[in-house]
């Protein structure tokens, strides 16, 4: 599959990360058309970008240009099959280059589609505090879970209605991910088809009472469960002020790096 997706996406990571001097860490992205906005997370790290939000995961590229530009090659590919979500060209799976200045601690992006020549799209991204990240353990090793974009699928336990959706990149024992309101920032240690850890779960962007549970605090999750090379499964409690919360995930790996 990841082979399938750089290639729609026209990238070469080898080709493209030498020299790349955005600043890495976990970005809020948000992404403007005619047709309307839309939000989500992004993970930026040596040339690369990954994150997505609750449908779409976003792979892509970044490098220098001239006169301290920042050069991007991205693609959307749609992870959550729910009609409710809508792509913000009108088509799930779409390739962009984009150019883009840093101001202050954003970026500034613009540019658009061969897909679709008459559409312009701009975003800006900006920097989420990794302050509050769990500590990284040490490498797995071979055999550990692998690195790659995941979606995940969330469930409430305990007779809980709701569940979300959302991505996660895994980076040598990082967890960095969320989706259009929310951001995740842990760490996790896994060894013989077994993982744990512990991640924050943030809003970044106030949802407006579409999730009381987690809105408008910090959560803290600890998390336990069995990874394979597709995936991974994991059932997790989340302390949500004096609350404590119980739910399942399911991660599918759509990238692997």
Request: charged share 20%.
């Amino acid at each position: 599959m990841a082979a399938n997706v750089y290639a729609l996406a026209g990238l070469d990571f080898r080709a493209k990360k030498a020299g790349a001097t955005m600043e890495e860490g976990l970005y809020k992205v948000e992404m403007h058309t005619v047709h309307g906005s839309r939000r989500g997370v992004l993970y930026v790290w040596d040339g690369k970008m990954m994150g997505g939000n609750s449908a779409f995961a976003f792979i892509g590229t970044y490098r220098d240009g001239e006169n301290d530009e920042v050069l991007v090659d991205i693609s959307s590919k749609r992870h959550n099959d729910d009609p409710k979500f809508q792509p913000l060209f009108k088509v799930d799976e779409i390739t962009l280059s984009l150019t883009g200045r840093r101001q202050g601690t954003q970026y500034f992006f613009e540019g658009g589609t061969t897909q679709l020549p008459d559409i312009a799209f701009n975003s800006v991204m900006t920097p989420i505090s990794e302050a509050g990240a769990p500590p990284v353990p040490p490498p797995a090793g071979k055999g550990g879970i692998g690195n790659g974009l995941y979606s995940i699928h969330i469930r409430m336990l305990d007779g809980l209605d709701g569940g979300n959706t959302g991505v996660m990149v895994l980076h040598d024992g990082k967890i960095r991910g969320g989706d259009a309101f929310f951001d995740y920032i842990g760490s996790c240690s896994s060894s013989n088809g077994r993982w744990k850890g512990e991640l924050v779960n943030h809003e970044h962007t106030p949802s407006q009472g579409a999730r009381p549970v987690f809105g408008g605090r910090e959560v803290g999750v600890g998390f336990s469960g069995s990874y394979d090379e597709e995936g991974a499964l994991a059932e997790a409690t989340a302390l949500a002020g004096k609350r404590s919360i119980r739910f399942s995930a399911v991660l599918k790996k759509l990238v692997k790096t």
